[in-house]
């Protein structure tokens, strides 16, 4: 039995995710003893995927446009055509969207949130994060198949260069949903991606004062993002939106400025190896959550911490 791994493609190309997927459908696979093979769908060279741990990749041309439920329906057909007992994703918005109705076409139990390799591949048990990522749980898999979604940067790249083969697949799948309307964010680093995240919240006191976060985050290739309120009256877009209710990331570095340090902020950025908070109010809940903090006022912190960096890079 096969590990199959479904790997993103964003535009015809992959990202770090995408790697992540295949690495930690390697790690699964040297844990059974088998094989791992790669599902891209869409218009992509597969080729690189055996580079982080793809013995095949099965490229399914077409199909541009994600459609969830027949993706889901592609998925496993090709699944159940390679003989796989265990399927691998990536927690991406797409991903999230899709797992829910593969594991019912596919017919398996489905974890989520996976933040370790398995423990054990005999019953399936995996770690997730728990209770807004205040905790962990280990989940285990006694059903005969099972799909694993892995947070984003959470893991990191595990997989190993193996010799691979690419083969294409005239897979279609059916759907009884159709995608009217695609919106897609063009120029900025996807949030989940991101190594670096510049956050802002109410305390820039107006949209027009987010150039200087933008200014900090073009300096650093860093992400952007906002807490919920600054989404919801339309400061910033709710693509940004980060926190329980938003995306959840786990950068190597979160700077957050003028936000509060919400319990719901706070369970979307727990993941980050390094927190960084800058805040006028010393008693901010996100203090207590910071690895470092600034007390002041981020239109004097923010201009001279840009300044501080741009000085570095120069004579490095």
Not at 6 to 15: I, R, T
Not at 181 to 193: F, Q
Request: aromatic residues 6%.
């Amino acid at each position: 039995m096969s590990v199959l791994v479904y790997v993103e493609n964003w535009g015809g190309s992959f990202k770090k995710s995408s790697f992540e997927a295949v690495g930690y459908a390697a790690e699964v696979a040297k844990a059974k003893g088998t094989e791992v093979v790669a599902v891209c769908i869409g218009n992509v060279n597969g080729d690189e995927l055996a580079q982080h741990g793809a013995s095949k990749t099965v490229v399914v041309a077409g199909n541009e446009t994600f459609n969830a439920a027949q993706y889901a329906s592609i998925i496993s057909e090709v699944a159940n055509g390679v003989g796989a007992d265990v399927i691998v994703m990536s927690g991406t918005n797409n991903g999230k969207n899709l797992a829910p109705g593969l594991s019912i076409k596919f017919e398996a139990a489905l974890i989520t949130n996976a933040v370790a390799v398995p423990s054990s591949v005999d019953p399936l048990t995996v770690r997730r994060s728990a209770f807004s990522t205040k905790g962990f749980v280990d989940y285990k898999a006694n059903s005969g198949k099972a799909i694993i979604s892995i947070i984003p940067n959470a893991i990191g790249l595990l997989g190993e260069a193996v010799s691979g083969v690419v083969e294409t697949s005239s897979a279609s799948g059916t759907s009884d949903m159709e995608v009217s309307n695609v919106e897609t964010a063009s120029g900025k680093i996807p949030l989940p991606e991101a190594e670096l995240v510049i956050s802002a919240g109410r305390g820039l006191k107006g949209p027009e004062n987010w150039t200087m976060v933008e200014e900090l985050a073009e300096l650093l290739g860093a992400g952007t993002a906002c807490s919920k309120p600054v989404s919801d009256i339309g400061w910033r877009p709710h693509s940004e939106h980060v926190g329980q209710t938003g995306i959840q990331i786990n950068p190597n570095l979160y700077i957050a400025i003028g936000i509060s340090g919400a319990i719901q902020h706070l369970a979307g950025v727990n993941g980050s190896k390094t927190i960084v908070v800058i805040n006028i109010d010393p008693e901010a809940p996100f203090f207590k959550a910071a690895d470092y903090g600034i007390v002041g006022d981020a239109f004097e912190v923010v201009p001279k911490l840009t300044e501080a960096i741009r000085a570095f890079k120069a004579n490095s």
